[in-house]
């Protein structure tokens, strides 16, 4: 099992910008994808992005994301990053790093049972 570890969170202004991190602590590691989740208290866990490990240019976004949410990676640090610009208390949510390993047909990747390892979360609390 893969352990992944996020940080970056934290509690910020309205309008402000965070950078959360996700790192992966085995040795070898090379997914299939990688994705970022959120969960606002009272509601259920929510797609955020996803980009493809081995491939470029392939980052996916929730529609409610996009232009605000950027995620990269680094092959070499075996990292993933969520920068997230012009934060308005409706991000406020625990954000989850997730792997997915290999891919299967009719995998969704916008779904959160199709990945396989988890991080703890970090919380991004925006206030007004």
């Known amino acids: 099992q893969v352990q992944l570890i996020e940080s970056g969170g934290g509690l910020v202004q309205a309008g402000g910008s965070l950078r959360l991190s996700c790192t992966a602590s085995?040795?070898?590691?090379?997914?299939?994808?990688m994705g970022w989740f959120r969960q606002a208290p009272g509601k259920e866990r929510e797609f955020v992005a996803s980009?493809?490990?081995?491939?470029?240019?392939?980052?996916n976004y929730a529609d409610s994301v996009k232009g605000r949410f950027t995620i990269s990676k680094d092959n070499a640090k075996k990292a993933v990053y969520l920068q997230i610009d012009s934060l308005t208390h409706e991000d406020t949510a625990i954000y989850y790093c997730?792997?997915?390993?290999?891919?299967?047909?009719?995998?969704?990747?916008?779904?959160?049972?199709?990945?396989?390892?988890w991080g703890q979360g970090t919380q991004v609390t925006v206030s007004s």
């Open positions: 997730a792997s997915v390993a290999t891919w299967r047909p009719g995998k969704n990747t916008n779904s959160a049972r199709a990945y396989d390892d």
């Open positions: 085995e040795r070898f590691f090379s997914p299939y994808l």
């Open positions: 980009i493809r490990w081995s491939y470029l240019n392939t980052a």
